[in-house]
């Protein structure tokens, strides 16, 4: 079974600059997450849809980061403009519906100059 | 808000040794608690979780007991190899949400 797949795996922008990630989450399932790694932290939630509604995007700075998941399959989370302290690694998970166990991909590592 | 605290790392081990890593919560409710590992180049996977106070969850020779009493989830095993060598998060889920609310992680390096 395939898992959760990301693109790019690497990106480097200047600030200001925009970027769009990529996920196609694990086939079926119905939720999922994108999450903000800062290097020395743990995970953070950003955004969280089920199907392609917004279920929880409250630590989501929508002044600058947005995020859709058309047609309830992939998803693209976009920075526009990007701060230096956006540098992180960002991951996308999946889960079943109702379920707990989420599923994550390997992140895109953003670094802002 | 629902919050984790791990054992400050990193921890260095010689191979064969006993391994604890401490992890504490604070929740409303009955969370769920997870252990997630990140291997060097990898991805979150999943290594074990218990959903209800005393389960005992298990997976590659590590275990975690659900402590309700103490909040606690400590993470152990008996004989660490060098392919334990990794970072490790504890992780809650509550309160009727499915997000993970993470731990700040404890690196594990484990010396031949």
């Known amino acids: 079974e395939a898992g959760v797949a990301q693109s790019p795996r690497y990106k480097i922008i200047e600030k200001r600059q925009s970027v769009a990630f990529w996920c196609n989450p694990i086939?079926?399932?119905?939720?999922l997450y994108w999450y903000q790694q800062i290097l020395g932290q743990g995970p953070k939630l950003l955004i969280q849809?089920?199907?392609?509604?917004?279920?929880?995007d409250s630590q989501l700075p929508k002044d600058r980061f947005s995020a859709e998941r058309l047609k309830g399959v992939d998803s693209t989370l976009k920075i526009q403009p990007a701060k230096l302290e956006d540098s992180a690694v960002y991951l996308c998970?999946?889960?079943?519906?109702?379920?707990?166990?989420?599923?994550f991909g390997p992140g895109t590592r953003l670094t802002v100059l | 808000g629902d919050s984790v605290t791990q054992m400050e790392g990193p921890v260095t081990l010689s191979e064969e040794a006993f391994l604890t890593i401490n992890c504490t919560y604070t929740?409303?409710?009955?969370?769920?608690l997870f252990w997630y590992v990140q291997y060097p180049g990898e991805g979150l996977q999943l290594l074990l979780k218990?959903?209800?106070?005393?389960d005992k969850g298990s997976n590659k020779g590590f275990e975690a007991t659900y402590r309700k009493e103490t909040t606690s989830f400590h993470l152990e095993k008996g004989s660490v190899q060098v392919s334990d060598s990794a970072v490790y998060f504890c992780?809650?889920?509550?309160?009727?949400?499915?997000?993970?609310?993470f731990g700040q992680g404890t690196r594990l390096t484990i010396n031949p």
């Open positions: 998970a999946s889960s079943f519906l109702g379920y707990n166990e989420q599923f």
């Open positions: 086939s079926g399932h119905a939720t």
């Open positions: 849809f089920q199907n392609n509604g917004v279920v929880d």
């Open positions: 929740a409303t409710g009955y969370p769920s």
């Open positions: 218990a959903t209800k106070a005393d």
């Open positions: 992780a809650l889920t509550g309160g009727g949400a499915q997000k993970l609310v």
